[in-house]
């Protein structure tokens, strides 16, 4: 692989990797468009996700200390289980079993079989698909909402939160706002497109 290839290759891999898309997917699919026209390898696309991976650690280092502590704190009895932190902390680790299992069991796909550019071409286009209607459909936002709430210090009911999503017709920030009946609570506006301050004397920015 040529260094051009390899920087090529990088961009593609920091562009893609923050986006709700495949970066793996994006990186092969690339490798035939240029010059070597050749697969980059399952080894080349693990030591480019190692990078991204320790960009993430060092942008949400706060948020991840502040889940390790609530978890602890939670597993040895000095915090609530239901604290919104103690509780990603679990859905985390339980996020994380299959995918490690999955790994060591089908190592050899992974390797060869799973980098089928028809496969990859159909993966993309059936969780596209997959994601596109479930943003639609989304009624999750006001479970945020309560947590986010909750942890300021102002306790909120989800079915109160529901209820303020479904009257403000709060939707994803990628998502059109709804008009007419029927309309849902939708997922929750991305931490880095608003500033939220529970407190404020006026209404939060985006």
């Given at each position: ?5 390899a ?21 092969r ?11 980059p ?29 609530a ?115 939708g ?20």
């Open positions: 692989m040529l260094w051009i290839e920087i090529i290759l990088g961009l593609v891999q920091g562009l893609t990797e923050f986006l709700p898309i495949s970066s793996s997917a994006h990186l699919i690339v490798g035939e468009f240029l010059p070597g026209a050749q697969d390898g399952a080894a080349f696309t693990a030591i480019t996700q190692l990078v991204t991976e320790a960009a993430v650690l060092v942008f949400f280092w706060r948020d991840i200390v502040r889940i390790l502590k978890w602890f704190a939670a597993m040895f009895g000095r915090g609530s289980h239901n604290d919104p932190d103690a509780r990603m902390g679990w859905l985390i680790i339980v996020g994380t079993i299959p995918i490690v299992v999955l790994g060591l069991l089908l190592e050899g796909y992974i390797m060869s079989t799973f980098r089928s550019l028809w496969l990859v071409a159909t993966m993309l286009i059936a969780f596209g698909i997959l994601l596109g209607f479930a943003d639609h459909i989304g009624t999750f936002g006001y479970r945020y909402l309560a947590d986010q709430a909750r942890r300021a210090g102002w306790p909120m009911s989800r079915k109160t939160a529901w209820k303020l999503c479904s009257q403000a017709g709060i939707l994803s920030s990628a998502q059109p706002r709804r008009r007419g009946k029927g309309k849902k609570a997922p929750p506006v991305f931490d880095d497109h608003v500033k939220r301050v529970f407190r404020a004397e006026a209404p939060n920015r985006v």
